[in-house]
């Protein structure tokens, strides 16, 4: 019913920037009754929350680690989701995945989400 392709992925210095986007295929889902979230998970280490924004967008929630330099966004019409890094740190470096639940609200859990991308490389050099 969802099929998650995430994009903007690459290799970036330390401090510079990088947008993702998370294109979500729908059928028979309203993206307007989805929340979404970012995650990542790096070599050895287990997947983590990174963001999370709620149907209307008027909801989010970030990870310590990365508050006041991620910031997630949703573009309902167009069935995408964004994570606009900045000040990036080589600790960033991992595969960050998009995921979707089938309530609109805010989740940081991974077992809440129930639609999952395949991840985009995101490459942070010192």
């Known amino acids: 019913q969802v099929q998650l392709v995430e994009s903007g992925g690459g290799l970036v210095q330390a401090g510079g920037s990088l947008r993702l986007s998370c294109a979500a295929s729908?059928?028979?889902?309203?993206?307007?009754?989805?929340?979404w979230g970012w995650f990542r998970q790096a070599p050895g280490n287990e997947r983590e929350f990174v963001a999370s924004?709620?149907?209307?967008?008027?909801?989010?929630a970030y990870a310590e680690s990365v508050k006041g330099r991620f910031t997630i966004s949703r573009d309902n019409a167009k069935n995408t989701v964004y994570l606009q890094m900045n000040s990036l740190k080589p600790e960033d470096t991992a595969v960050y995945t998009c995921?979707?639940?089938?309530?609109?609200?805010?989740?940081?859990?991974?077992?809440?989400?129930?639609?999952w991308g395949q991840g985009t490389q995101v490459t942070v050099s010192s």
């Open positions: 924004i709620s149907w209307s967008g008027e909801g989010t």
């Open positions: 995921a979707a639940a089938n309530f609109g609200g805010v989740f940081t859990t991974n077992s809440t989400y129930i639609y």
């Open positions: 729908l059928r028979s889902v309203s993206s307007y009754t989805l929340g």
